[in-house]
């Protein structure tokens, strides 16, 4: 199957995730690791749709997600960059572009390495903050022992 | 904001629903109402995105469904035919074109007046029964109690 450009857009704009998760890492100088990743959950029925997506972006891995639902996490940092590079150049037409611009700057201070400095990474959890519109508690949490420990 | 034609069939390859409920009408002389209907449904913040696909369709409403969520929905059958041709020329990439594909029969049906005979309408309702993969016991007792009538 090959996937035209628009339909992604479409496809993505009803489908896809761009997420940022922070966890503790204690072999980083900083502590904590930053793991953005995009991702696009479907019914085990349209499997190949996965696979499609997997192919047009040239990356990333499909597997079983839970129950009956499967997953495409695209989660390497140049791969990342190049679907940053895609919907920059193929907007999102709903919300979902908000999150994407937050998710794009937090791959651009990766790619510079900010992430690996205490302040890098409060810039980071401030933006992944405002991502996906809910409350993030245990980035908060993160943020807080951060700052008292700086 | 104007659609493009590959975005609408990518967005609805996620988003959309092609669904046919049957429900009881004294009034009719077979004794029930087929009605289908193409639904989209949304989180109110993507309301713009519901109208855009209303404005692409020149068709249907937007209204409140539940909670924060917003839905287009088409139920004209003239209008039903035109959403028909339009994933007819451009068909859905996901196995919602299975479903599409039901969904147009039983459209294509209610144009030859099908619906208002009995042989019809449990023609209808065998198909109806086949889409969006769950069990639809209601649609079963209506069937049971056509032939039981017959």
């Given at each position: 199957m090959e996937l035209n450009a628009d339909w992604v857009v479409g496809f993505v704009d009803g489908e896809g995730c761009f997420h940022v998760s922070i966890r503790s890492h204690p072999e980083m100088t900083v502590g904590y690791q930053v793991l953005p990743e995009f991702v696009v959950v479907q019914h085990t029925r349209d499997r190949q749709i996965l696979f499609a997506l997997k192919r047009f972006f040239g990356a990333g891995a499909v597997r079983?997600?839970?129950?009956d639902r499967d997953c495409l996490r695209i989660r390497k940092l140049d791969s990342l960059n190049k679907v940053c590079e895609f919907f920059l150049a193929h907007p999102l037409s709903t919300k979902k572009n908000v999150d994407f611009r937050k998710f794009r700057r937090i791959v651009n201070l990766m790619q510079q390495g900010k992430h690996l400095s205490r302040e890098g990474l409060l810039e980071i959890i401030d933006i992944a903050c405002q991502m996906n519109s809910s409350k993030r508690p245990a980035l908060e949490k993160i943020k807080t022992s951060l700052l008292c420990t700086g």
């Open positions: 079983r997600n839970h129950d």
